[in-house]
């Protein structure tokens, strides 16, 4: 059980993308960005609390960071992970009026 001060620490941003907003519109699917060691209670937990949807599943996808160069150096990107939180039928997510 996930404790209610460490709620944000486990929740970052909505991914924005061209296929986020497909995936939203088809399945009723966000995605969001996530701590990389959070797990997928943790996430579910997270977004129930906060903006009091129901839940139908969570899945999590852990994306490696690219190497690039700069200069003569190749340095690394962090790693981070992203969550899909499909809503269970006839619920909604509003970020900007949901959040405390």
Excluded: C
């Excluded at 903006?51 to 981070?80: A, D, M, P, Q």
């Amino acid at each position: 059980m996930i404790s209610d001060y460490k709620l944000f620490d486990v929740l970052y941003t909505p991914h924005i993308s061209e296929k986020s907003t497909l995936v939203l519109k088809k399945n009723n699917t966000i995605i969001l960005k996530v701590a990389v060691k959070s797990n997928k209670n943790d996430i579910k937990q997270a977004v129930k609390k906060i903006f009091s949807v129901e839940i139908e599943r969570v899945n999590t996808v852990l994306i490696k960071g690219k190497v690039k160069k700069r200069g003569k150096y190749n340095i690394r990107r962090n790693h981070w992970k992203k969550a899909y939180v499909q809503l269970k039928p006839g619920q909604n997510l509003d970020f900007i009026n949901n959040v405390i």
